[in-house]
């Protein structure tokens, strides 16, 4: 089995961004015959920040201004799906096991603000960890598009604060030799669900896809979110109360998940993960985490596939967001 290699390869160095607008890069994405085995993408984004009137930092600003990430190729493979930059983030914890802050901690200072954000191709918490590698050489083209905030992202009266010059640095990982026959056989894809209040309903039902494989299934619960904007708001414990997970199909009703208090869920996901604390506001149904095969995948298909959620109550602008991780076979 290949090795993976440590050494980053530049895609772009110092490449400026346009805050407000989708920043779109795809002749700088080197693939095509030779472009070899990718095992993870690492982001570096740089914000020169002039703090002017600017007061109240928002939650994990520095994370909330990539506010989507899409990585999608030639043969109409999404291996990202306007992504934010939050559920990638937690991803980069699954993946490593490490809680390290993703970005200098915005403060209400004039300072350049940098946010690293890595993206696996690999699930590094699998047995066969290289089935969903990127094979570079199998694509006409990538395209990468980064849709990014703005200043009204970092601080909560943003006044005369400006992003002065922001850009990005982009770099890719690959594995050490050519990829064996067989190796790779399908593709890894993180993406969100439109988010909900819980004050006013307790279900989400996921898209049901039959080309999808749940691995993961991730719901955040946060509070003084922003309506309609998915992940948004303070990370918190007290939105979610309980939670169950069901498929309905012409066979009958199989429970998924039984209703399980949501502290339970962050208590088993602590060890499961290796983390020094449990996650502020996140629960992850692992549906691999035992086995590390793709076997135990969950398709969300049948009449109806849900997750429903009791609302402990009392929270502003209460929110609930559902993330997930799964595979697709290659196109």
């Known amino acids: 089995m290949p090795r993976l290699h440590s050494a980053p390869i530049p895609i772009v160095e110092g490449h400026p961004l346009v805050l407000g607008k989708a920043n779109i890069l795809r002749e700088q994405i080197p693939v095509g015959p030779g472009g070899g085995g990718w095992w993870k993408l690492l982001f570096k984004f740089s914000f020169p920040v002039t703090i002017g009137t600017a ?37 980069n914890i699954i993946q490593s096991g490490v809680q ?81 026959p067989g ?11 439109p988010p909900e209040d819980p004050a006013s309903k307790l279900y989400i039902d996921p898209e049901r896809d039959p080309d999808l494989e749940l691995k993961r299934l991730y719901v955040y619960g946060t509070e003084n979110a922003t309506d309609g904007e998915a992940l948004s708001g303070d990370l918190s414990d007290d939105v979610i109360d309980t939670m169950k997970l069901s498929r309905v199909s012409s066979e009958g009703s199989e429970e998924l998940w039984p209703e399980t208090e949501a502290e339970l869920i962050r208590r088993i996901n602590q060890p499961a993960y290796q983390l020094e604390s449990e996650q502020v506001g996140v629960h992850i ?47």
């Open 285 to 331: 149904f692992d549906f691999v985490e035992a086995e590390g095969s793709h076997m135990r995948n969950v398709k969300p298909v049948g009449s109806k596939f849900r997750l429903d959620y009791s609302y402990a109550g009392g929270q502003t602008d209460p929110q609930v967001t559902a993330a997930f991780d799964g595979i697709r076979t290659l196109r």
């Open 55 to 91: 007061v109240g930092v928002k939650p994990e600003a520095g994370l909330a201004i990539v506010n989507g990430v899409t990585f999608e190729t030639s043969r109409k493979e999404k291996m990202l799906d306007n992504c934010p930059a939050r559920h990638i983030y937690r991803d």
């Open 100 to 180: 390290e802050p993703a970005t200098d901690p915005v403060a209400q200072a004039s300072a350049t603000y940098v946010t690293w954000l890595e993206h696996y191709f690999i699930d590094r918490r699998m047995r066969q960890p290289l089935d969903t590698l990127f094979d570079a050489s199998r694509y006409a083209w990538a395209k990468l598009t980064l849709n990014m905030g703005t200043v009204a992202d970092l601080f909560t009266t943003p006044g005369t604060a400006t992003i002065n010059d922001p850009t990005v640095d982009i770099f890719a990982f690959k594995i050490h030799g050519s990829i064996p």
């Open 183 to 193: 190796v790779v056989k399908a593709y890894r894809e993180l993406g969100v669900y």
